[in-house]
């Protein structure tokens, strides 16, 4: 398998404010919920605003340091983290997984951002960052499917691997699954990828909510691409994101964003069309986003 990368990069505000727990272990537990607005550019040259509200966690020591910065629903922060899968066995019976961002690392930035209030109590950040690049193994062939207008959707699975050292000073691996999703032109021209394939992936992170057969409610999070490369089957011995090989892209113009933070200028604006990883650009999340289930400890 390629060798893993895994980060993740937020800039937005506090949707409300954040929480410290304790598991019945004692683990100090810091959520927060950072919410902004990717800002895309349609078919139709029209751009628009498509929120996003994402969960953040931080465990142990460096939980209870956070939660002593005091800070409150509207803070800017930035997240630098990384996204974490998780799977336990539900009460109810079956398996069930949840893909979050454990955050290495949040600063307040130093100063009062532009707030859009929601529909459900909260805030979200006008503009923010909400950028994923990951490098991981492709795990089962994808398919490449076209939606009723037409607009073509390629899903694969990404395998990202972990390895860290605890503090016996043994090796330990862990794997992230994580969806991703391609559209259009790029979803096109990735349609070759094989399972075992190594891609570099580059995009934003989307939540999708539904109601599945026995009338639950259930959320995902994914990632939606903006760019794909097709790396070297020999990726992991060495530089992986230094030997590409079969398809390459450069930012799709059907998945480019516009966006601006507190790092300059905004990036390219480009043709993106009006659907993003499953959700109506039109129509928007105007309303706060469903409760993610409580992972249990």
Do not use: C
């Amino acid at each position: 398998m390629a060798r893993g990368m895994n980060h993740v990069y937020l800039i937005g505000a506090l949707a409300r404010d954040p929480e410290l727990r304790y598991t019945p272990n004692g683990t100090a537990v810091f959520e927060a919920t950072v919410a902004g607005e990717d800002h895309i550019v349609g078919n139709d040259g029209r751009e628009r605003k498509l929120p996003w509200y994402h969960r953040v966690s931080i465990l142990g020591k460096p939980a209870e340091w956070q939660a002593e910065r005091n800070l409150k629903g509207g803070d800017a922060v930035m997240v630098e983290g990384s996204l974490e899968y998780s799977q336990w066995e539900a009460p109810e019976g079956g398996k069930r997984s949840m893909v979050r961002v454990k955050s290495l690392r949040m600063e307040q930035l130093g100063y009062a951002p532009e707030l859009v209030q929601d529909a459900g109590g909260g805030v979200r950040m006008g503009s923010g960052m909400n950028e994923v690049i990951l490098i991981g193994n492709v795990t089962r062939d994808p398919e490449l499917r076209y939606t009723p207008a037409g607009d073509a959707v390629l899903g694969i699975g990404l395998a990202v691997n972990e390895t860290w050292n605890d503090r016996q000073g043994q090796k330990q691996e862990k794997t992230h699954w994580i969806d991703v999703t391609l559209w259009r032109e790029l979803a096109e021209s990735m349609k070759e990828l094989r399972k075992g394939d190594p891609v570099l992936v580059q995009g934003r992170l989307v939540n999708e909510a539904w109601t599945d057969r026995d009338g639950n409610k259930r959320n995902s999070t994914k990632v939606e691409a903006t760019r794909v490369e097709a790396l070297s089957r020999g990726a992991g011995a060495g530089n992986p994101a230094a030997t590409p090989a079969g398809p390459r892209t450069q930012t799709a113009s059907s998945a480019a964003r516009t966006q601006s933070g507190s790092y300059g200028q905004p990036s390219r604006a480009a043709n993106t069309g009006n659907r993003s990883g499953g959700l109506d650009i039109d129509q928007g999340l105007d309303d706060f986003p469903p409760e993610e289930e409580d992972l249990p400890f």
